[in-house]
């Protein structure tokens, strides 16, 4: 199976300043013939479920703040809030779909400093 | 709106078996990929299977393969996943998903509550 493997595990940053998150994968998830990255990233509040954030490495999901960004190509990926809102806390997990069984990272937890 | 209802989960002892189901409504069931993907408690994620939209084909993870089937009811708009030979560390918050679209290759759009499985003696 593919493995992805996030860093770090959890992270403290203040109010207004800059998260990223990374995000490493054991092969290549990028598909040559239509030149997109099949990687995606999703935020968990605490109790609650998953919520699609990015898909295709970069594009946003619809609704989520432009603070969110995706980056990356190939195995190298990151997660990066702009500016640190407090409801932004979470569990924010990487996830691979180009390869069967698509597979998770094992999440970054993100707080507040 | 996107809705996705699980239920089936509860107590069961190892070795044992259950069905989980999920209800969706507010899109083309028939047309999306669907998935289920458990959180064991104060773990990670892990998707243990999914199946394709019209052609129904199944994908499962290395961890429940044999053990697991995972089925959709296209008129009836319900997945299901059928665990049999339960063991200890399948212990988990269930999730249903569903995906962008039809094929395997697909993130996942929505996702339930999830209903919780607990397998103990």
């Known amino acids: 199976d593919t493995v992805m493997t996030q860093s770090p595990e959890s992270l403290a940053v203040s109010l207004g300043e800059r998260a990223t998150i990374n995000c490493k994968s054991s092969?290549?998830?990028?598909?040559?013939?239509?030149?997109?990255?099949?990687l995606a990233w999703y935020q968990q509040k605490p109790g609650q479920p998953p919520k699609l954030l990015i898909y295709?490495?970069?594009t946003r999901e619809s609704g989520v703040p432009d603070r969110f960004s995706g980056s990356g190509s190939g195995t190298d990926f990151a997660l990066t809030i702009s500016s640190l809102q407090a409801e932004d806390v979470a569990v924010y997990y990487c996830?691979?779909?180009?390869?069967?069984?698509?597979?998770f990272g094992g999440g970054t937890k993100v707080e507040i400093k | 709106e996107v809705q996705l209802l699980e239920s089936g989960g509860g107590l069961v002892q190892p070795g044992g078996s259950l069905r989980l189901s999920c209800a969706a409504s507010?899109?083309?069931?028939?047309?999306?990929?669907m998935s289920w993907v458990r959180q064991a408690p104060g773990k990670g994620l892990e998707l243990v299977a999914y199946?394709?939209?019209?052609?129904?084909?199944?994908y499962y993870a290395e961890s429940v393969k044999g053990r697991f089937t995972i089925s959709r009811d296209n008129p009836k708009n319900t997945l299901y996943l059928q665990m049999n030979n339960l063991r200890v560390e399948d212990t988990a918050l269930y999730y249903c998903?569903?995906?962008?679209?039809?094929?395997?290759?697909?993130?996942?759009?929505?996702w339930g509550r999830g209903t919780l499985v607990t397998v103990s003696s």
């Open positions: 998903a569903k995906g962008n679209g039809d094929g395997a290759y697909t993130w996942l759009a929505s």
């Open positions: 507010g899109f083309t069931f028939s047309s999306c990929a």
């Open positions: 199946t394709t939209g019209s052609s129904g084909h199944a």
């Open positions: 092969q290549s998830v990028f598909y040559s013939s239509n030149n997109k990255n099949y």
């Open positions: 295709w490495a970069s």
């Open positions: 996830q691979q779909y180009e390869i069967p069984p698509h597979t």
